[in-house]
Structures are given as C-alpha cells and as structure tokens.
C-alpha cells in the first residue's frame, strides 16, 4: 500500500501565505506526477497545482502567480507554496501522486486531506 500525508493546513488571513507539504511512504518503485486539489463546500474537487516527474508543472489560473508547486524525490514529498491567499481559496487541499507501485501496478493515490481556511 501507498499513504500520502498532508501537513501544513489551518487558518489564516488574507494576504498571507502557507506550505502544504505532501509526504509519499509505502511500497513505491516510482512516483509519476504528482498534484494538488481543492475541494469547496458545494463545489467539485478542482486541480490546483500538478507537477511531473520531471518537473514541469501545471496550474490552475486562479492560482498562477501566487500559489507554486515543487517536489523533492528523495523525499517523496510535494509541496504547494500558496502566496496572497484569497477567501476564495477556502477549501480541503488533497494530495495526489500517480504511483508505480513495487508489484509494477500503476495506481493512483489520495491524502487525507487539510483545511485550509482564508478570512477576509
């Protein structure tokens, strides 16, 4: 099995700025691509952030210029920089990592998720 473990969420202001950090631990041959999601109350889950395994990344365009992705292979661990948070940014982040696993099975994972909480 694979567990991905978010940390790093809470409440803040806006204006202020927070790091999610994403640790990836469990049978794993490979990490692929690896991204962050948020989901709003009564809204769908929506990608904010992905990077690949090689680095290249991707972003949501409510995010980009203020929020930036990165991850450090050796310790399995993603991160989202997230600057000038918005109220609108309120929502559960979710880690995500496309995986090949030690079997050589390619599956995709999900954290716990963290609330992240922006008051005007």
């Known amino acids: 099995q694979v567990q991905l473990v978010e940390s790093g969420g809470g409440l803040v202001q806006a204006g202020d700025s927070l790091r999610l950090a994403c640790a990836a631990s469990?049978?794993?041959?490979?990490?692929?691509?690896m991204g962050w999601y948020r989901q709003a109350p009564g809204k769908q889950r929506e990608m904010v952030a992905a990077?690949?395994?090689?680095?290249?990344?991707n972003y949501a365009d409510s995010v980009k210029g203020r929020f930036t992705i990165s991850r450090d292979n050796a310790k399995k661990t993603v991160y989202l920089q997230m600057n000038s948070l918005k109220p609108e940014d309120t929502a559960v982040y979710y880690c995500?990592?496309?995986?090949?696993?030690?079997?050589?099975?390619?599956?995709?994972?999900w954290g716990q998720g963290t609330q992240i909480t922006v008051s005007s």
């Open positions: 990077i690949s395994s090689g680095g290249s990344t």
């Open positions: 995500n990592a496309m995986v090949t696993t030690l079997s050589w099975v390619n599956s995709d994972y």
């Open positions: 469990g049978n794993i041959l490979r990490l692929n691509a």
